[in-house]
Nanobody, 130 residues
Framework: QLQLVESGGGLVQPGASLRLSCAAS????????IGWFRQAPGKEREGVSC????????YYADSVKGRFTISRDKNKKMVYLEMKSLKPEDTAIYYC???????????????????????WGQGTRVTVSS
């Protein structure tokens, strides 16, 4: 069974940090570029951060630049989204998605264009509230 599983969400206060994890089963994550997306109630889904498997380049939405860091651990076959200085506007369900194998496009396009991602996780909820 091919699937992605996110974990690490939760309820935190403004200014706190969280690390989201994305694990794959049934396919080789290394071959895929990974995007983190989020969707807040009543809003469109937003590409938060993406990492290309082609060259390791990364992209961040302006709203999270300088606060979020995407990384991948090929040994553990995991992709992470480190989130710092969280704000109430970061509240959303966060999804990881896999694009590939070796999909040829820019890492920015992976996050901002409605590409056909191959696999999606079920999402993990992040709530930032005092």
């Amino acid at each position: 069974q091919l699937q992605l599983v996110e974990s690490g969400g939760g309820l935190v206060q403004p200014g706190a940090s969280l690390r989201l994890s994305c694990a794959a089963s049934g396919f080789t994550l290394d071959y895929y570029s990974i995007g983190w997306f989020r969707q807040a109630p009543g809003k469109e889904r937003e590409g938060v951060s993406c990492i290309s498997t082609n060259d390791g380049s990364t992209y961040y939405a302006d709203s999270v630049k300088g606060r979020f860091t995407i990384s991948r651990d090929k040994n553990k076959k995991m992709v992470y989204l480190e989130m710092k200085s969280l704000k109430p506007e970061d509240t959303a369900i966060y999804y990881c998605a896999a694009l590939g194998p070796y999909y040829a496009t820019t890492v920015r396009a992976m996050c901002v264009l409605p590409l056909e991602y191959d696999h999606w996780g079920q999402g993990t909820r992040v709530t930032v509230s005092s």
